[in-house]
């Protein structure tokens, strides 16, 4: 059996000494009591997680999602209260606008919170958020849509789902084959099917409202010929209650590597009436709100998935006794030492622990852009802060699930033979987070997104300004003496082979940049953790030198030493791979493979 | 459905043209007519996996193996007649001696064989081979054990066993507390439990013989008061046929991540019937004649499982078609182009093809080794193959199985959301190699025998010679002008990287030297699979030089390129990796974990 703790101590150590968000008091919403609201609300959301999220966790991977042969879906043992009482705690829309009937939360406190959620049990979490899809209805819907759904959404009385991907249209939405037809009342007639609708049909609230992309009569070829449709499961009467079945239904509910508590499924759109959101043929565009949106939440699953897996086996790697450890003074009077004195486990923990927490960092300052985005009055600032958001989403969406991944593989090693068993608990981290991979586009998908289209925004002045705001962060750590001179001069280095890249790849032919975008998005995103790394540590020196001294603060430098003693070696190999000959990768005739 | 075609034209190509086996008519048993042999051996050996095996390996996967009331094993469906037909074939003892009951084969070409059968069922593959439980009882067992014993499991009418991790001596087996009772008729009463004994139990053979490390009375503590005892499932009567139940039984069968028609069994010991096999109190090195034979098993489950994932991957990337591709010439006429015209794609195929046949050919290098070292009739040549064996054995088990595994999660990608689907058989490729990575010690345990044991073996000259070896080769084919000079210099940075890092961790001090021994491992088994490319690439330039042209050559050239042009890369860093700062890995207190 696991265990989980949700980290609020930690949370609470980037909210306030890395991020400072109580010094934006400037922004609607950060009120005075921002911290003190941070620190309750977290430590709430983290003790239900711990105590009713977490104990399900196990049998959602265990029986999974059954349909019955009426089509519905029943979800795990637990979840239907479960999310009854998640709803009620008003979690679902924390950072839903309070006028929207949300809990008006900042965007990086209520991603805070959600973590928890993702470490305790992912399969719950996927039904957890409708954010998204309130947001589309927001900026696209109609007053009378805005007005029927928004409410129920955002108190997660109802839950979103997306229509998306075809059988046949999946990183290539150009080819998707779903068609809307207009009726004379002004709705559409919604025929075709959709695959991987994740919550697409379950158990948890009376409706479900599909969000689904289709082609009207007539429309252009490719993805500018997509339109949005709102398809709710249940047709609402005058008074605005589900009362009439829609003709959308789940054919049926996938068998996953993980996450089997969530119901994914397989979609019938059979005359489904739809309500047309926002513009003819300018679907795509209202559907990345919300796909922007998931990035950012697979991104949380890296995350949040890491944390448990460390804390996991950070506790068996106390725990277990074998053989002597070759640490200098560490042998023990027992027969054996715990394996945690031993150099290799401590390198696999560190590697994990070093991650979890750098990326927490890093997916709250990304959030914390979005917050900046949306709610700064200075219009130069909330324009920079979109477009540093714009850049980072495919950074971290490309490379916090991928390296979470390798986060958990690490962690069931520690466990040995026994980490290959079930019962452990730890091999479902792996097979739970990989599904992070494959959702809203697999890393090459964001590699492409990287390379093709953000650091070309405003001719790369973007990324330059992110490069930039890095390195003065660096000078600012090394004028005021709070980072050792090593660690300093590995950020450094890692910087360099970040500029260096862009350069590159700015500059390389199309398919060259394709066969080395993913090393270039690695190479980022782990400057990108160092950076957070740097800001930690200068955080934990200004608290030293105010007096403090804490395992806390000791474990925050040891692992900063050791995230950025490895960064340069990670991004130089980044950096060459990525400038590899390509030669043999694109001349081979597709007969040879 | 997965696909599969056994790789007989390449595991030929190895044969011939990269260990030219037909070139050592010396040893007994490689004839005239080996290659003719070796060729429909591994015909026929294809055939019946791609026919037989391969057809049950999903299922073995879903339906997994179940314990009934009385404790008795069933098999996935089919498995019990697709065993019957496997030991019809003699397919299990294809290496055992033909004096002993078996197929007399070369090991080179019995684990070339094997490596399908790891390709097509790796559940029932767990099975399928007693070699190393008979090459215990012909080294160390007695004239009657041997008379009652090997027939049967060379035949593979009973299957063996191994009886060694306990619960709380596992990576340790110091801890090992099962006992044996010497008793008035020269038996032992063997008592304990052992747990993850891999077919403790099962229906498809009438006998299990297990192999079960023990303490005898007044035993030293430690290994060195261990003992081994051959505790058959069944005692047998006077004409050696199985007849009384012995006290050994299945108390649980394991639920696993993948390998889940392996029968992983928690065995109970209850006054069992044991016979000591060797000397009292030398059981551990009776039991590494298994052990280090069960190595090579695992290198051989990363060949099989790498080989089929790599098939499937590329049969997809044909079949699929989503998006344009950026490189010249290849956009088509249809709406989308196949995946395979992605570079990244092109990129994971030729990552995870790269490194299955280098492995394929590393395997049998180093099984040939072993054929060596048992039958050159120059001591001082067996000598010298035995020395090499010994030291390749941890970097084959310590690489083969992490890098296949990383090599399904690439072929797992290639198949986007697709591939987190259980229907579509490639995350069963990912959970069932990971198994590899466990059995027979952990990735640590694999650098620690490197390190601490193998590379010091006759004061380092094992390894040094190892390295000359390479280096040779290297020079023979800058000599010949066989490969090009941009492969060459990037095998020759590689070495030197190996040297170096040879050096380093052979002074360092035993706490920094198992901090970096895993990094170490990793490159000294990327250089090995380079040195592999290095020879691959040799023999296709012979050929193209007698005259030969081929895509199966063109393929060879360019899978060769692009391993050794990213060899240098990936080397450096583990070079950089094992020598990092390792005062952050050792000094941080266990409370801050």
Known sequence: ????????????FVLR?????????????FDED???????ALAMVGEFCADVLQPLNAVADLDGCAQAADGTVVTPPGFVDAYRRFAQGGWGGLAIPADQGGGGMPLVLAQACHEYVWSANPSFAMYASNLGHVRILMKHGTEEQQRAYIPQLASGEWTGAMGLT???????????????TPREDGTYAVNGGKIFTSGGEHDLTDNIIHFVLARLPGAPEGTRGLSMFLVPKMLLDDQGRPAVRNGVAASRVEHKMGLRGSATCQMNYDDATGFLVGEPHRGLAAMFVLMNELRITASTVGV????????????????RHQGRSPIAGRNGDGAADPILEQPDVRRLLLTVGSFAEAARALLLWTSLQSDIAARSDDPDERHAAGRRLALFTPVVKGTLPDFSFESTVYAQLIFGGHGYMTETGVDQFIRDVRMAAFGEGVTAIQADDLVRRKIGIDSGRVVEQALADIEDDVQAAESTG????????AMRTGLGHLREATEWISAADPAAAAAGGVHYLYLFGRVALGWMWLREAAAAARL??????????????????????????????????????SESVLSLPAAAF
């Open 1 to 12: 059996m696991t265990i989980y703790t949700a980290p609020v101590a930690d949370t609470m």
């Open 17 to 29: 000494h890395v991020l400072r968000i109580h010094e934006r008091k400037d922004l609607p919403g």
């Open 34 to 40: 921002l911290l003190d609201v941070s620190a309750s």
């Open 166 to 180: 075809e059988p046949a249209a999946g990183s290539d939405l150009s080819l998707v084959r779903t068609v809307a």
């Open 304 to 319: 949040g998935v890491a944390e448990v897996a460390y804390q996991n086996a950070a506790a068996y790697a106390k725990e």
């Open 482 to 489: 709070q980072v050792d001179s090593a660690s300093l001069m």
């Open 544 to 581: 030293r030198a105010a007096g403090e001294q804490s395992p806390a603060l000791e474990r925050k430098d040891a692992l900063a030493r050791f995230y950025l003693s490895r960064l340069p070696i990670e991004t130089a190999r980044h950096l060459d791979l990525m400038r590899a000959e």
